[in-house]
Nanobody, 126 residues
Framework: HVQLVESGGGSVQAEGSLRLSCAAS????????MAWFRQGPGKEREAVAC????????FYPDSVSGRFTVSKDNDKNRLHLQMDSLKPEDTAMYYC????????????????????WGQGTQVTVS
């Protein structure tokens, strides 16, 4: 079965950068898209990036557009999230997810559309 393991979280000052990675194993051909979600204290889980498996088209909500970049290394089965110009409000646990539906650019993106999740990696911006 598919497993996702995130890494790269940490603490950074405002305006700094972090690069998250998600290692995927046991890949399934039924996966249509992968996404990065985050969940801050007392907040709902929200999607911050989505990338389609075929074609590689990417989508972002307005809150991170221009600051976050999602990419996928198909050879290594890794998903990345480059986060620049970080703000304190970006503080959250970040999760990668895989699911059977394509992203269409509509946000908020429902977490229920994704059935495979990693354990998360903490990002703290001060």
């Amino acid at each position: 079965h598919v497993q996702l393991v995130e890494s790269g979280g940490g603490s950074v000052q405002a305006e700094g950068s972090l690069r998250l990675s998600c290692a995927a194993s046991g890949w399934r051909s039924s996966t249509a898209s992968m996404a990065w979600f985050r969940q801050g204290p007392g907040k709902e889980r929200e999607a911050v990036a989505c990338i389609n498996e075929h074609g590689g088209r990417t989508f972002y909500p307005d809150s991170v557009s221009g600051r976050f970049t999602v990419s996928k290394d198909n050879d290594k089965n890794r998903l990345h999230l480059q986060m620049d110009s970080l703000k304190p409000e970006d503080t959250a646990m970040y999760y990668c997810a895989a699911g059977p539906f394509y992203c269409t650019g509509t946000f908020p993106l429902s977490a229920s559309s994704y059935n495979i999740w990693g354990q998360g990696t903490q990002v703290t911006v001060s």
